[in-house]
């Protein structure tokens, strides 16, 4: 109860004038909140940063582009989408690939950076309101002082550019290190969750989602590569060509992420907490599937080295 009381107390002393419309009341209903709704935080949000609004705060968020269009009123808000609200509320540039990309999981990158998340977390995570409100106190202390503001947001875009030319260099040394030990149809390169290897025309035995010793051979080879990148988790894709139907090309591509997780896990790349996988089928393709080398190349599993949080 201390807690909460000095939370509230800061909270006085911080936002005077957001608290001079709400009460203290309302304000310890959503300290007392394990996992605040987006409609909570969209309220709190809106108000703090002084937004004019008509109407519903969550409405004009999700209408603004604030929020996710998926995102719903009371489900459970998500440290990352809270993130993209408090940057697009709070007015907030961020580095290249925030302003490119607007998303929450840049945004969550930049407060990161902007030290407002301070303790161990991790994007898709629920919102407690204790963090709701620390956070909302962090960005007022920050906007309130426009040097502070500036020297934060530099800083903010400094740690995106590093960030960035880290990944660019461990995509050039795994490409490198492919090349060297001519492992076939695989290459790296950065995306915006990590950097991704991507192996084209992956070879299987016949109906079957077992391996071909092919395959096999250059997975020993990437396994040494993920062995030299400790502490990021890996995401495992699979992709089909457009063959067969949407259910099988679903089935197949898990299957096949499956097969290639077991293997690299077998090796001992990493352990099965460390890694996630998904199929997505034939949703995604880098090439025309009318042509046989298109097929080929939509054939594919990815290997992503996820970014650290």
Known sequence: MKIKCLIIIFLLLAIPAFLFAQTAQAIEEILDTQAV?????????????????RGD???????????PK??????????????????????????????????????????TYLNVI????????AVSGELLLFMVGRMLSIVDDPQARRRSEEEAQRLARQRAEEE???????????????????????????????????QFLPNSAELAESEKAKLREIAKILQTVPSRNILITG???????????????MERASAVADY??????????????????????????????????????????????
């Open 37 to 53: 709704s987006n409609q909570q935080a969209a309220w709190l949000v809106l108000e703090a940063a002084d937004v004019s609004y």
């Open 57 to 67: 705060a969550f409405q004009y968020a999700s209408e603004n582009g604030w929020l």
């Open 70 to 111: 998926r995102a719903e009123a009371n489900s459970r808000a998500r440290l990352d989408q809270v993130c993209l609200l408090i940057m697009q509320a709070f007015d907030m540039s961020g580095g290249i690939f925030y302003t490119i990309a607007g998303s929450p999981r840049y945004a969550y990158r930049e407060l």
């Open 118 to 125: 301070q303790e161990r977390a991790v994007p898709g995570m």
């Open 168 to 202: 660019e260099a461990l995509a050039r040394e795994i490409n490198a290190r492919l090349e060297a030990q001519k492992v076939a149809d695989a290459a790296a390169r950065v995306t915006d969750v990590g950097v991704t290897i991507s192996l084209s025309n992956i």
């Open 239 to 253: 992709h089909t060509a457009l063959a067969g139907t949407r259910a099988s090309r679903q089935q197949t591509s």
């Open 264 to 309: 690299l896990i077998s090796l001992g790349a990493r352990t099965p907490s460390e890694i996630t996988i998904r199929g997505l089928g034939a949703d995604q393709p880098v090439a025309n599937n009318n042509t046989p080398e298109g097929m080929a190349k939509n054939r594919r599993v990815e290997i992503t080295i996820m970014e650290r949080n």
